[in-house]
């Protein structure tokens, strides 16, 4: 049971500690004296941050100092702290595929079997400014958000998730790029599965070839236009079993910020991504271990 902030950091850093020594140490030939404050620890306070959303370094730090001295007495000045934990990101992620291949069989055939496909906006400067000089220009883009029927200036995040709330994969590109245009980057490594997307997803040659390729089925209502109709049964189907997707972006925009932008560059954007998606499957292997139901991550908000 994780009953404080205490539990909380002690459980994840096990885990993270336990899969660094088999992704990262091995590997790790970098010259010179380790730090006293190990890699696991500073994996351990970036993951821990985005389940309880401080996500804003000065402050987490902050309250560590003031409250959990310690649990961590030889926390590092926010500087250093930043650029270890963006250094560790590729590691973070290894650890996320870790998790990742721990949690899928402990998932019921159905829910390894049927996935689904989608973006969420990531915003990274408000509508109005976006036209003015800022550090984005040139790398992200305007891009049309129809479920909010609002423009944005950013990126989206693309994502394909099982029907238990799994992220099995990522994708982020600017905003201009359509949802559709990430379904094979997304599907090409993957396997005898069924990925559930909505109309923007629909591409007649790519369904084929990933049919006959990696007996993969992607599914998609129909446009009205079209000559060929799905069977309504069918289509409400997809509909239905498309809604765990606004569960797991409901807890990335809310619980982890995705949309609150933080970052100063590109590099630092996807550091903050992996960071989140990371969290959100700790979160879901903690409530495997514990017994409690995958995607219940608001308990382990605990501050």
Not at 153 to 176: E, M, Q
Not at 205 to 224: E, F, G
Not at 246 to 261: A, P, Y
Request: charged share 20%.
């Amino acid at each position: 049971m994780i009953a404080d902030f205490a539990d909380l950091c002690t459980y994840v850093y096990v885990l993270v500690d336990e899969l660094y020594r088999a992704v990262a140490a091995p590997y790790d030939h970098r010259p010179g004296p380790r730090s006293a404050f190990s890699d696991s620890e500073v994996i351990t306070l970036t993951l821990v941050a985005e389940l309880l959303g401080l996500d804003e370094e000065v402050a987490f730090l902050a309250y560590l100092a003031r409250h959990h001295r310690a649990l961590f007495p030889l926390l590092p000045e926010r500087s250093r702290y930043n650029r270890r934990r963006r250094q560790l990101i590729e590691v973070t992620n290894r650890i996320r595929g870790g998790l990742l291949h721990a949690l899928l069989p402990h998932l019921l055939p159905e829910e390894r079997g049927l996935c689904v496909l989608d973006s969420v906006p990531v915003p990274v400067v408000g509508f109005p400014h976006a036209r003015g000089d800022h550090r984005w220009y040139g790398e992200a883009a305007y891009g049309r958000v129809a479920s909010k029927r609002q423009t944005i200036y950013g990126y989206k995040l693309h994502l394909l998730i099982t029907h238990g709330g799994l992220v099995l994969d990522f994708a982020l590109a600017p905003a201009s790029h359509a949802d559709g245009t990430l379904t094979e980057q997304l599907l090409i490594d993957k396997a005898h599965l069924t990925a559930l997307g909505d109309k923007g997803y629909l591409n007649g040659p790519l369904q084929d070839r990933l049919a006959a390729r990696n007996d993969v089925v992607l599914l998609t209502p129909r446009r009205k236009n079209q000559r060929a109709q799905l069977p309504a049964a069918l289509t409400q189907a997809i509909n239905h079993f498309r809604q765990i997707i606004e569960t797991v972006n409901s807890q990335l925009v809310g619980q982890l910020r995705l949309q609150r932008n933080h970052a100063k560059s590109v590099s630092g954007l996807c550091a903050r991504v992996q960071a989140k998606l990371t969290a959100h499957t700790v979160g879901l292997y903690l409530n495997r271990l514990l017994g409690q139901p995958l995607l219940a991550l608001k308990p382990l908000a605990l501050i």
